[in-house]
C-alpha cells in the first residue's frame, strides 16, 4: 500500500509539473503526433496551445513542409479572438491552394466559417462553407462534406427554406448510412493518428438524427421532430460509449421545445424543470440557461400561471442582456410574449422596450432572409411592427388624446371585424354551393371517357383498344393509389411507350397524364369519404397518403383545385349533414 502510495505521489508530482510548464526543451523532445496530441489535451490555455503548435509552425518551416505548417495555422485559427484566427485561416488556404492534400484548403475555409458565425456573420459563414464544400468535394474528402453539410442543413434550416434544409439532410443522412461511409472515414484521417471508425461513424450518425429534429422544429413539423428525437435517443442508448450527457441533455432540451410546439406545456415544464438540475453556476446565465427559462415562462403562461410564467421570462430577458449566444428563434418567442403581455395590461413604455427588442431580433431576420431567401422576407411583418412602435410613442407623447386614439382603434377593429365577417359569410355561402354542386356532380357520375371505338389517326386502332383495355383494369385495381406511378413507370407496365400511352390518355380521358392521375386519386377520395364514415376521422395527411399523395398540402391544393373546396371542409359538411 505505502509503495502504491508512493508510486501515485512521484506520478502526480510529475504530471502537475507537466501541466504547469511546457519548456521548450520538452517540446522539441516531442515527435510530431506527440505534439499534435500534446496540443489537444492543453487547447484550453491558449499560452501553452500558442507554444505547441508554434514549435510545430517552426519544424514545419524548418522542413520545407507546407501541409505541416498549414496544420499548424489550423491548429493557431483555434485558440484567439475569431479576427484573429480567420487570419490563420487564410494562411493556410494560401499555404495550401496548390497542393492536392485531402484535407486542405477546405479546412481553412471551414474555421473561417465557424469564426463568422461567432460574431454572426451569416453571409460570410455561408460562402465560406460552400467553399469549403467545394474543395472537399475536388479532393474527395466525403468526412468533410458531411461535416459541412450539416452546417449548411443548420443555415438553411434556420434561415432560408425548411424544405431545401430538409432535402439536404436527406441525402447527407444517405451517406453516412451507407456501410461503405465507414472506408471513407479512415480514407481521410491523417496517417500516424489512431483513429476509432466505429465511433466516429456513431457519431455522425448521431449528428444525422439532431439534425432531423431540428429541421422539423424549424418547419414546425413537431410530430415529426418528436418522432426523430426517439431515433435519437434509440442510438444514443444502443451506442454504450457514446450515451455522453451532453447528448442527452440535448434531447430533453429538444423535448423541451416539441411538447410546447404540441401543447403539452405540463411535459414542457417537465423537461425543463429536469434541465434545472443540471445547471450549475458555471453556466447559469448561458444560451442553454435562457432557452429553458423561455420555454418554462411560456408554458406557465399557457396554463394561466401568469406571475410565475412572468418570473422565468423576465430572467430569461436578463441573461439575454448580459450577452453571449443569440438565439433568434426563441429570442423572438420571448419578446413576442412580453410585448403582448405588457400591452394587455396597458404598460405602454414597457410594451415599447420589447417591441424595440423584436424589431432589432427581426432586423437580423430580415437581413439574412434577404440573404438566403428573400421571398421569406414578408413573414416577419417588419413594417407592421415598425407601425406598432410609432402608435405606442404617439400614445406616450400624447395622452391628453388617448380616447381619440382607443376610438380609432375601436372602429378599426370593428371595420376590420366587419370585412373578415362578410369575408367569411360570402366564402362559407361559395363553399356550401361547390359542396352541393360535387355531391351533384358525383351522383351523376358516369364514365366520361371516350369510346375505344372512336379512332384517331395518330393511334393504330389495335394499339388504340389494347392500351384502353389495360387502362380500364388499372383503374378497376386502383393502382393509381401508388404513390411512385408515372407515365413512364405504367407504360412499362402496361408493356406499351410512354408515347403512346400519353396519346391514348389525351385522346380517351381527353386530359394530360398528371391530371388524369390526379382525377383518379380526388375521384377516389370523395367517394370512399362520401361512403365510409370511418375514414372521415383520418386525418388530411392519412386520407393523403391514401389517394397516393405524398403529402397534405400538396393532396388539399389539388383537391381544391379540382373542386373548389378543402378536403377538410368537404368533410366536415359530411359529418355535419350525412348523406
Given at each position: ?44 490555455d491558449s499560452v501553452k496551445a ?113 424544405k431545401s434544409a430538409l432535402d ?80 442527452k441533455d440535448w434531447i430533453i ?327
Amino acid at each position: 500500500m505505502r509503495i502504491f502510495s508512493l508510486v501515485y505521489l512521484l506520478f502526480y508530482c510529475l504530471t502537475s509539473a507537466m501541466a504547469q510548464d511546457i519548456s521548450k526543451k520538452y517540446l522539441d523532445s516531442l515527435g510530431d503526433e506527440e505534439l499534435l496530441e500534446l496540443f489537444n489535451k492543453v487547447d484550453h490555455d491558449s499560452v501553452k496551445a500558442e507554444k505547441v503548435a508554434r514549435t510545430y509552425l517552426e519544424r514545419g518551416r524548418a522542413e520545407g513542409d507546407t501541409i505541416k505548417m498549414a496544420r499548424a495555422y489550423d491548429r493557431l485559427a483555434q485558440i484567439f479572438s475569431p479576427a484573429r484566427n480567420i487570419s490563420y485561416a487564410d494562411s493556410i488556404i494560401e499555404l495550401s491552394k496548390n497542393t492536392q492534400n485531402i484535407t486542405y484548403p477546405a479546412m481553412g475555409y471551414i474555421l473561417k466559417a465557424y469564426n463568422y458565425s461567432l460574431i454572426y456573420d451569416i453571409r460570410n459563414e455561408y460562402e465560406n462553407y460552400l467553399k469549403a464544400y467545394r474543395n472537399a468535394s475536388i479532393r474527395e474528402n466525403l468526412t468533410q462534406q458531411v461535416y459541412i453539410m450539416d452546417r449548411l442543413i443548420y443555415l438553411q434550416a434556420e434561415w432560408g427554406n425548411k424544405k431545401s434544409a430538409l432535402d439536404l439532410q436527406v441525402k447527407r443522412h444517405r451517406i453516412v448510412t451507407d456501410p461503405n461511409y465507414i472506408n471513407e472515414i479512415g480514407k481521410s484521417s491523417r496517417s500516424g493518428i489512431k483513429t476509432n471508425a466505429n465511433a466516429l461513424l456513431i457519431e455522425e450518425v448521431i449528428r444525422s438524427y439532431r439534425c432531423y429534429v431540428f429541421c422539423y422544429l424549424m418547419a414546425e413539423e413537431f410530430e415529426l421532430a418528436n418522432l426523430y428525437c426517439n431515433k435519437l435517443q434509440r442510438v444514443i442508448e444502443e451506442s454504450t460509449n457514446l450515451g455522453s450527457p451532453s447528448e442527452k441533455d440535448w434531447i430533453i432540451d429538444a423535448k423541451m421545445e416539441i411538447e410546447y410546439g404540441l401543447g403539452n406545456y405540463a411535459k414542457s415544464i417537465e423537461a425543463s424543470n429536469f434541465l434545472y438540475l443540471l445547471i450549475t453556476e458555471e453556466n447559469k446565465f448561458t444560451s442553454k440557461f435562457k432557452n429553458l427559462n423561455i420555454y418554462k415562462g411560456l408554458s406557465l403562461m399557457k396554463q394561466k400561471n401568469i406571475d410565475e410564467g412572468l418570473k422565468h421570462l423576465l430572467l430569461a430577458d436578463s441573461i439575454h442582456d448580459l450577452g453571449g449566444n443569440l438565439n433568434p428563434h426563441n429570442d423572438r418567442l420571448l419578446f413576442d410574449k412580453l410585448k403582448s403581455h405588457y400591452s394587455q395590461i396597458n404598460e405602454p413604455k414597457k410594451t415599447l422596450h420589447y417591441l424595440n427588442k423584436l424589431l432589432y431580433i427581426d432586423s437580423i431576420f430580415k437581413t439574412n432572409y434577404l440573404f438566403f431567401e428573400s421571398e421569406h422576407n414578408e413573414k416577419f411583418q417588419t413594417p407592421i411592427l415598425l407601425a406598432e412602435k410609432e402608435d405606442l410613442i404617439s400614445t406616450l407623447e400624447e395622452k391628453n388624446n388617448k380616447a381619440d386614439i382607443l376610438l380609432r382603434i375601436a372602429i378599426y377593429l370593428f371595420l376590420v371585424s366587419l370585412v373578415i365577417g362578410c369575408y367569411y359569410f360570402y366564402r362559407q355561402r361559395m363553399f356550401k354551393k361547390r359542396f352541393e354542386k360535387l355531391l351533384a356532380t358525383m351522383e351523376k357520375t358516369g364514365d366520361s371517357s371516350r369510346a375505344a371505338t372512336e379512332t384517331t389517326n395518330e393511334i393504330p386502332p389495335g394499339i388504340l383498344n389494347e392500351i384502353t383495355n389495360k387502362l380500364n383494369q388499372f383503374e378497376r385495381h386502383r393502382n393509381f393509389l401508388n404513390h411512385n406511378i408515372s407515365l413512364h413507370i405504367l407504360a412499362k407496365r402496361l408493356e406499351t411507350n410512354s408515347n403512346y400511352l400519353s396519346r391514348v390518355v389525351n385522346f380517351t380521358k381527353e386530359k394530360n397524364f398528371s391530371q388524369y392521375i390526379h382525377d383518379l386519386r380526388l375521384d377516389y377520395a370523395i367517394k370512399v369519404v362520401l361512403a365510409d364514415p370511418k375514414f372521415r376521422k383520418y386525418t388530411i395527411k392519412a386520407i393523403a397518403q391514401e389517394c397516393g399523395y405524398s403529402s397534405a398540402d400538396s393532396f388539399s391544393r389539388a383537391f381544391y383545385k379540382k373542386n373548389g373546396i378543402y378536403p377538410s371542409y368537404y368533410i366536415k359538411k359530411l359529418e355535419k349533414s350525412p348523406i
